[in-house]
């Protein structure tokens, strides 16, 4: 389906807590964050540890088990989330192979379960 589109091309970014990468939906419609969910982030083959990771879309930033109860907040089809890692320096120019794995769960299809894992080589911006 969509999930090769996961990780969102030139959004690797340096931060001064951390990193963040853009994710998109790998759906067809819009989604409440509550049937979202980012099974894992790694880097260069390291696991990052869930509690380092916040989710962030529609100018709102939320940790990972808080999108489970997020029934009203919607992720659209259009609007890159990003997830942002907090301490863990990387530098402006380096390259890193990024793995992200997200499940959705649409709610309007009774017992479809998508996990998507999707690893790219991406340069720090």
């Known amino acids: 389906m969509m999930f ?3 990780i969102d091309e030139g ?3 340096a931060l001064p807590s951390g990193f963040s990468v853009g994710v998109r939906l790998p759906w067809y419609r819009a989604l409440p964050l509550s049937t979202i969910s980012v099974n894992s982030l790694r880097i260069d083959g390291q696991d990052v ?7 962030m879309v529609n100018d709102k930033a939320y940790s990972l088990p808080e999108l489970a109860d997020l029934f009203e907040e919607m992720w659209f089809t259009t609007d890159t989330a990003t997830l942002e890692v907090a301490d863990w320096g990387l530098t402006a120019g380096s390259e890193h192979e990024i793995t992200a794995e ?24």
């Open 4 to 6: 090769d589109k996961v």
């Open 11 to 13: 959004t690797l970014r």
């Open 49 to 55: 540890a869930p509690e380092r990771v916040r989710f």
């Open 102 to 125: 997200i499940e959705i769960r649409p709610p309007y299809i009774k017992g479809l379960r998508r996990v998507g894992r999707v690893t790219k080589t991406m340069r720090v911006h």
